[in-house]
Nanobody, 124 residues
Framework: QEQLVESGGGLVQAGGSLRLSCAAS????????MGWFRQAPGKEREFVAA????????AYADPVTGRFTVSRDNAKNTVYLQMNSLKPEDTAVYYC?????????????????WGQGTQVTVSS
């Protein structure tokens, strides 16, 4: 069973940057899609970004396109989310998740394994 551990969250001013990391413990990391989701207070969890096993395919939610970049290092079993030009509305708990297979998907239900989340707070 995969275990996912996020890190890199924190408090940042609007316009700043953060890089989130998600380390996976299992042996199947390099064969599976990795995704990032977020949940703001009082809102449902939403898709942020995802990346295919080979990094050929990526997908982004409209609110973060052009500001966030998802990447992965299969040798380190780690996926990253580089977040630039952060806005107060990016404040949320950010989760990484793993989906079996090679097709990038945006639906939460497509992802079987989840991390515990890391808090990102953007002050205005």
């Amino acid at each position: 069973q995969e275990q996912l551990v996020e890190s890199g969250g924190g408090l940042v001013q609007a316009g700043g940057s953060l890089r989130l990391s998600c380390a996976a413990s299992g042996r199947t990391f390099s064969s599976n899609v990795m995704g990032w989701f977020r949940q703001a207070p009082g809102k449902e969890r939403e898709f942020v970004a995802a990346i295919s096993p080979s990094s050929i395919t990526t997908a982004y939610a409209d609110p973060v396109t052009g500001r966030f970049t998802v990447s992965r290092d299969n040798a380190k079993n780690t996926v990253y989310l580089q977040m630039n030009s952060l806005k107060p509305e990016d404040t949320a708990v950010y989760y990484c998740a793993q989906r079996s297979g090679v097709q990038v998907r945006r639906r939460e239900a497509e992802y079987a394994y989840w991390g515990q989340g890391t808090q990102v707070t953007v002050s205005s």
